[in-house]
């Protein structure tokens, strides 16, 4: 499960993919969670567009008003769950991030690590939509992210993020067979543990 990311300047990071930013300004997010309204990438006829959406489906179909928002998808299951399987063939959008965090169990205690891309790198994270909502697409995780979590997010090259977003492909196939890039880890202060807390100081290393 993944539910705590960075993000900042998200404009400026993707002015050479998007053709446009709706409703989207540069700013500095170092605790983007569920339920908040967050930078994706669109496709359209007419080329790319950033824009917020509000990260947590409520499926259409259901009727019930505490139906919990769906935050992540499973890649393994996302072709046969009643919830993802239109989304993922119709629907498909791409998140930003700097990097994402996810905590270690050890004991009693849940210590929080920070990851990024090993080259440093913007984040390109497969999700899906439905109307103004998104979730991101999950996998179990490769091996090092493994000694912290046993899942991580869908991570797409640059290169593969038109392919993932033209829906004329089977996007789970995708998903599978691309090359992911590499991820470092480093362990952070416990200060991310609350949602409220928002500064570049979440992010730095515990020597």
């Known amino acids: 499960m993944c539910g705590r990311y960075v993000i900042t300047n998200a404009v400026s990071k993707t002015k050479g993919i998007v053709k446009a930013a709706i409703n989207v300004k540069d700013n500095e997010n170092y605790n983007a969670h569920p339920y908040q309204d967050l930078p994706v990438i669109k496709k359209y006829t007419n080329g790319y567009t950033l824009e917020n959406l509000k990260w947590g489906i409520i499926p259409s179909w259901s009727k019930k008003k505490e139906f919990r928002p769906l935050i992540n998808a499973r890649l393994e299951t996302i072709d046969e769950k009643v919830s993802f ?16 965090y996810e905590w270690k ?11 990024l891309r090993e080259d440093k790198k913007l984040m390109f994270i497969a999700g899906i939509f439905e109307k103004d909502q998104f979730c991101l697409i999950t996998e179990e995780a490769s091996k090092n992210v493994s000694e912290i979590h046993q899942r991580q997010p869908v991570l797409l090259n640059e290169k593969n993020v038109n392919r993932y977003l033209n829906i004329e492909l089977n996007g789970s196939d995708l998903l599978k067979e691309c090359k992911k890039p590499n991820l470092n880890f480093y362990q952070i202060s416990k200060d991310v543990n609350k949602p409220t807390n928002n500064s570049l100081s979440l992010i730095q290393k515990i020597k």
């Open 105 to 115: 169990h050890y004991e009693n205690n849940k210590i929080p690590y920070y990851f």
């Open 85 to 100: 399987k239109k989304l993922i063939k119709l629907t498909r959008c791409v998140v930003i991030a700097d990097g994402f």
